[in-house]
């Protein structure tokens, strides 16, 4: 957990925060049209989300994950960033904020997911 810690404040913290609690109005598009930066943490939506998803989104970007490379997002693609093990690590720490029910939620999610 602390080298994921130590990744996510190094690469993450700036928009996500540094407790996980994301960007103000996160829900709502800003200026720009795009959504700002949502928290991690369990009043965040990123516990809805697999792990594999969650990966994919990391390393490759919201473009490549929804199939639309003209998708526009604030989130940078981490694939030439950070190393897998990184981004797992970083996923890692973050799962390991969740309060024990979502843990178990996202646990039974893990399990069910469809190969």
């Known amino acids: 957990m602390a ?3 130590e990744v996510y404040a190094d690469n993450c913290a700036a928009c996500h925060g540094a407790n996980l609690e994301g960007q103000p109005n996160w829900r709502a598009p800003g200026a720009d ?3 700002p930066a949502p928290p991690h943490n369990a009043t965040g939506h990123t516990w809805h989300h697999d792990g594999d998803t969650l990966f ?3 390393k ?3 473009g ?3 199939g ?7 989130m940078p693609i981490y694939e030439d960033v950070l190393t897998d093990d990184e981004i797992i690590a970083v996923l890692s720490y973050i799962k390991s904020t969740w309060p024990r029910d979502i843990r178990d939620r ?6 069910n997911r469809p190969e």
């Open 3 to 5: 080298r994921g810690q």
């Open 33 to 35: 049209g795009r959504l």
């Open 56 to 58: 994919r989104l990391t």
């Open 60 to 62: 490759y970007g919201a």
């Open 64 to 66: 490549a994950l929804i």
């Open 68 to 74: 639309d490379p003209d998708y526009e997002s604030n």
């Open 106 to 111: 996202h646990d039974v999610m893990e399990r």
